[in-house]
């Protein structure tokens, strides 16, 4: 007996001294990177997830050639995040425009440990009745279709994210932060290419909710504020999900925080993490639906070097 206890207490001792070992390893290996190379590895690796990451402002962001591209949108979506660990407030805006039914849908909210927003542009094949939105499975804008975007995100701490370009789904993601999606403002602006399409959405966005006076248009652009979700009202079993998944969130959050302790840096601890603890890793990019196929081949990739 004494000898088994003896024996499991040597194993836990040079497993301790093993791990120590390595984690000194894996800090002294990112200290001798320059911040070029911490930040041309950690894109490398977030690439096969649909995402790019931005050195200057530390989030994470989606591609226009994402994977996810061919999965479109559909009600079905936002209605089962709750149960994956993300909790946002959704804004979706219908309009009719030439012929198609168009959404363009706002989000803003938690996506595990990261906080983040969203806006997506899709489109139906034809022109569809309001009753059938929910039941509808919308192409993502194509390439030509695509609107010049870009929004600002602050929480009450007047921390921000900020991210602009010419997409059909816009994403900020700031790894390690915890809110509540209502405590989240999100500033947006959408430039569109002529007045008629400016004028569509602008009508959806009053059937949304939005007061006249709340939406500024300059140009062709559409710049408002969304801030609390007036529309959606949550069953019991969804708030169920998304007081559970806030709160699975909340302490993974600060778990992600306390392992990667060593470092202040997103790029930083996002490589710890990966060298130290794979799974961890690909878990914290479980922003939307991902290829696991494709990342374990690019996982194994670089888990050599390590």
Known sequence: MYYLLFALLLMALLGCIFFHCRRKKIICKINCMDCCTKCSLVDELVNPFGYCFHCDSGIFSTTTDAWQKQAGYTWLYDYMAPRFQMVFDALPVYFDYRGRTWLIEIWKGQYGINTGAEIGIYHADSIIPEQDYKSTWFSCAKENEMLECSFLL???????????????????????????????????????????????????????????????????????????NTIERYNLLTRFWRHFSQWKNKLFCKLYLWVTRPFCCTEDRVLYLYYYIPAAFRKLLRLRRFNRRCHKRHYKHHCKEC
């Open 154 to 228: 602050c929480n009450e701490g007047n921390d921000c994210i900020r991210n602009c370009g010419r997409h059909w789904w816009l994403t900020a993601f700031l790894a390690g932060c915890f809110t509540k999606p209502s405590s989240l403002s999100m500033e947006v602006s959408i430039c569109f290419p002529n007045r008629e399409m400016l004028s569509a959405f602008a009508d959806g966005l009053k059937r949304a909710g939005y007061r006249e006076d709340a939406v500024c248009v300059k140009g062709l652009t559409v710049c408002f504020v969304f801030c609390k």
